[in-house]
């Protein structure tokens, strides 16, 4: 069993920055790879960007790239999902997941419960 906790969220005007986190607890944190996912009122869930393992491969979601980078320290247990240049379509709710494997789909093991994002134009 892996927790997953995520902390950074927050209200911001269009055009700042926020840091998400997502500290993990249970089993080794450095098996699994990290995802983040986001989902708007009444929209699907929806992938953000990935990590692999070791840290060595990301993915990330088109809308996101060039803006929203995702990296871990696998000493503090914990995946971050820097975000700039924010826009008012980046308001959900942001998800840190983990699973075996790399994947832009939600088909990870393991939740957080969520931290609101909230852009203002």
């Known amino acids: 069993q892996v927790q997953l906790v995520e902390s950074g969220g927050g209200l911001v005007q269009a055009g700042g920055s926020l840091r998400l986190s997502c500290v993990a607890s249970g089993r080794t944190f450095s098996n699994y790879a990290m995802g983040w996912f986001r989902q708007a009122p009444g929209k699907e869930r929806e992938f953000v960007a990935a990590v692999s393992w070791g840290g060595a491969i990301t993915r990330y979601a088109d809308s996101v790239k060039g803006r929203f980078t995702i990296s871990r320290d696998n000493a503090k247990i914990t995946v971050y999902l820097q975000m700039n240049s924010l826009k008012p379509e980046d308001t959900a709710i942001y998800y840190c997941?983990?699973?075996?494997?790399?994947?832009?789909?939600?088909?990870?093991?393991?939740w957080g419960q969520g931290t609101q994002v909230t852009v203002s134009s």
């Open positions: 997941a983990a699973g075996l494997g790399i994947s832009t789909r939600p088909s990870y093991d393991y």
